[in-house]
């Protein structure tokens, strides 16, 4: 059994995958959830890495492979998806190690740990005590609002506090709000120079 | 057309593929090459990880996912290998970030380029501009000895020498070599220490 920090038992998203017909992209609810965001997030990183501000890479999904076809070099034809135990991205920025993960809600009060799995909990904190910056990127979308939330902030609260969810008025006091553009779309490292370089 | 720094041309490796009846681990011969380092490298980190003496992880194989099995809720039915763009292992050590590759060569004499891509360079060359530390884990297999060789000096003699190898001397002079035992069974993160600590 699997506990968050507060000591809630941690039981995973369920998944609707009864349509035969929905198309690739759609198969996992809550990977999906965060689409619009994580493609954001894809731009701003090429933006900042071709003018050489960072290196932020977005991680492969793990994949185990177990059968590929012979006559094709690159083709797999059986694979399974793996537990993902580390975050989304990660990468380098004024020297320092950076990983975060991305999230976004609907939810006009709160931000609920549902997708936030304890593996990556244990994983964020081992970067923070390998002196590394580790965050999430929260879009509360009903506000349009996107935030850069502290790993040592997010872990303080939940310690203290036996809730399920982040609340808003939380994240608008301790999170960096991320303005955003057209380019890059998300001025994440702005955030990042507010939250962790001054 | 994409070029080495010393100006020669890269020419991907060509992959034995024809036998049907292969083994899974061994249709890329490329990817194979390295399994036994890759081996000795993950065990290491997972007892470096382990003692928190830092966090690295081997980065998933990318895969472009096409087709899935909708009556299951992890098996993906059609794939295809992507490019390796950056290398295989990145993450935190003593709050720096940290980005190396791994390679093996039978060669008695060299180690040969062929099989660094130059996307790799390119962004081994970017982990530097950011601060970064960056290194190959070379194994000379004909000796039993694994060097620990530092991305700025690999470059300055590719850029300086028009060779499409590096030679063993080269290796002895200017590697730090890793030692190895049961656990764990490289110890790298000492040579490390003396490349980029010292």
């Known amino acids: 059994m699997i506990k968050y920090p507060n000591g ?3 039981i995973p998203p369920k998944r609707d995958l009864t349509s035969e017909n929905k198309p690739v992209k759609n198969i996992f609810n ?5 689409m619009g965001l994580e493609e954001d997030i894809n731009l701003s990183n090429e933006y900042y890495n071709n003018l050489g501000l960072c290196l932020i890479y977005k991680r492969p999904t793990p994949v185990r492979i177990v059968k590929c076809d012979y006559s094709s ?3 797999i034809t059986e694979a399974y ?6 975050t989304d991205y990660n990468g380098v920025y004024k020297g320092r190690y950076m990983d975060f993960e991305a999230k976004e809600t609907e ?5 609920s740990y549902h997708n936030i799995r304890p593996q990556q ?3 964020l904190k081992s970067v923070i005590k390998q002196n590394g910056i580790a965050f999430f990127i929260v879009r509360m979308k009903y506000y349009s609002e996107t935030y850069l939330l502290k790993c040592e902030d997010l ?3 939940m310690e203290l506090n036996s809730r399920k969810s982040l609340p808003y008025s939380f994240l608008k006091e301790k999170g960096y709000l991320i303005k955003e553009g057209y380019s890059p779309r998300l001025e994440y490292l702005s955030a990042v120079d507010r939250a962790f370089f001054n």
Not at 81 to 86: A, C, D, N, R, W
Not at 107 to 111: E, G, I, Q
């Open 8 to 10: 809630k038992v941690y």
């Open 30 to 34: 809550a990977a999906n959830r965060g």
């Open 73 to 75: 070099s690159r083709k």
């Open 81 to 86: 998806f793996s537990e993902k135990s580390t």
């Open 107 to 111: 939810s006009k009060t709160s931000f």
């Open 121 to 123: 909990i244990i994983h």
């Open 155 to 157: 872990f303080a609260y």
